[in-house]
């Protein structure tokens, strides 16, 4: 019986490092951030992008905004989820997607524009964050950080969208470190975003998978967006991922009026998505 045992340990052991091989031979890792996009007149191989925008990212004052980490799209039945998403919302922020033949072709049948930071390639895929909307931001930049074990870079995209009370919405859109002891590399990558944030007066949108699976992440963000003005858009009824018992996704904001927020339940990744429903803030006249 021992012996039986050992036999399945060592051919455990055998398949866990022929994965890991073929993972890493898969996989490459760029040595400069690089933002793609499918705006054709757009340069590529660069870390910023400005576009020319021909309408507002709202819709008379309305702005929806959702966020999944959609797992590289693993899971059956993510199409169906992302035609949906796309479908009813102005703008959708996805982590961890893998931008492969097969995804950009759906994309291109729902007429959206995307911007993306390839944080790396598997298998020929670029992988990173991206956001998706009928309009292109009038710019973007992407940035990535690496995990401190496994060396793979986690990615964030900051971008600026006109809005139809001629302010600038900046967007940060952010997958954060996952693998890390203490918060030292956590708080490296974050201090592109507040400094984006601390030179920025207009509205603002904070969100993505910030992997706060641990009190002092929860209470670290908290204190990042208190400092900025931000507060958070939590569903009444909270159906979001858990990870030992706490919430990585998140939608904070500043600068606009939160109408609604709801978590939406489904086995298409590991993460449910997240969405917001806000209006835009009218200004009295002096």
Known sequence: MLR???????????????????????TVIPQQDTLLTNDANSSAGVQCVTHQTLAPLDRHGKLDIAIWNI??????????????????????LLQE?????????????????????KAFLFSGDPVGVMNLSKGYPSSSCSFR???????????LLVSYYQLSDDSQLLVVNIHSINFAVGLDEYRAQMNVVTEAMKAHSGPIILAGDLNTWSDKRGEYIAAVASSAGLSEAVPRVDSRTRFFGKTPDHIFYRGLEL????????????????????????TIPQ
Do not use: C
């Open 97 to 117: 997607v893998s931008a492969s033949p097969d995804f950009q072709s759906l994309v291109d049948e729902q007429s959206e524009n995307w911007v993306m930071t």
């Open 145 to 155: 950080y690496k995990e401190p074990f496994i060396q793979y870079p986690k990615s």
């Open 71 to 92: 797992h590289k799209q693993k899971n059956n039945g993510w199409q169906n989820v992302l035609k949906q998403l796309t479908e009813r919302t102005d703008l959708l």
């Open 259 to 282: 109408v609604n927020a709801e978590s939406i339940v489904t086995d298409s990744s590991d993460h449910n998505p997240l969405k917001a429903y806000f209006r835009l803030i009218k």
């Open 4 to 26: 039986i045992i050992r036999k399945l340990i060592l051919l455990l052991l055998l398949l866990a490092t022929l994965l890991m091989l073929y993972v890493y031979q898969s």
